[in-house]
């Protein structure tokens, strides 16, 4: 039905306003740099607009003063037990330390925190199918509030492959929908195919980040044999 704009249902199309949107994303977007190792993340938020129990971060947080951030395990990776700093540069060019909050390196998350409010993004709340409009943000090769488009090429597992171009650097930026709602987090590439790159489902950081009820986040996630 083309008069249902919910991206649910028209996942298909390109949102009508990309400019808004692109707006929108690139404030919860943050480069990172631990060391000399540079990626991506942003800002986000557990489940709006619904009961505080159905999904809590497995690590403490300051809500009043600190926003949380999720990355890629290894963009982080070096930072980890060794005297290396890890920074947060935000979308205005402000550079924040950032603390190591939870590390899940089975499915390459991480979540940090910073001790400023930056405006989160959210999941999306529907599963996903191949086909739907995709954008990927972040900042590849220190190209900060970069953007790319593509659709979801196939879904397997915790992992959604994308034809929105990533390259090094964007890994922890977040992949989303035609409505600014998170799919996944932008992981990495296939050097050796042509345009085939991927994200981590969002719903994977209820794997250890997060306890999550009602088997995800949002929507289950397929098993893979």
């Not at 991206?7 to 994303?25: H, L, Q, R």
């Not at 990355?71 to 982080?76: D, E, G, I, K, S």
């Not at 979308?91 to 603390?99: M, P, R, T, V, Y």
Request: hydrophobic share 40%; charged share 20%.
């Amino acid at each position: 039905n083309s008069q249902d704009a919910s991206p649910e249902f028209n996942g298909y199309v390109a949102p009508e306003n990309v400019y808004g949107m692109i707006d929108y994303v690139k404030n919860s977007t943050v480069s990172i740099e631990c060391g000399l190792n540079k990626g991506s993340g942003f800002a986000f938020k557990l489940l709006p607009d619904v009961e505080e129990d159905d999904a809590i971060w497995n690590f403490s947080t300051n809500q009043e003063l600190q926003t949380v951030i999720l990355t890629n395990h290894h963009v982080v990776e070096g930072c980890i037990g060794e005297k290396l700093p890890l920074r947060v540069q935000l979308s205005s060019g402000e550079i924040l330390n950032a603390e190591l909050k939870s590390l899940d390196p089975d499915n390459d998350l991480a979540a940090l925190a910073v001790n400023k409010k930056i405006a989160p993004l959210y999941a999306i709340w529907y599963p996903l199918d191949s086909g739907y409009w995709v954008m990927a943000s972040g900042s590849p090769l220190d190209l900060k509030g970069t953007v790319t488009f593509g659709i979801v090429i196939n879904i397997e597992g915790n992992k959604i492959y994308t034809s929105a171009s990533l390259n090094r650097g964007n890994s922890g930026g977040p992949l989303l929908d035609n409505e600014g709602y998170v799919i996944g987090i932008n992981t990495g590439y296939r050097a050796v195919a042509q345009n085939i790159n991927w994200a981590i489902d969002i719903n994977a950081l209820c794997k250890k980040l997060a306890t999550c009820r009602n088997n995800g986040l949002l929507h289950p996630i397929e098993q893979e044999d």
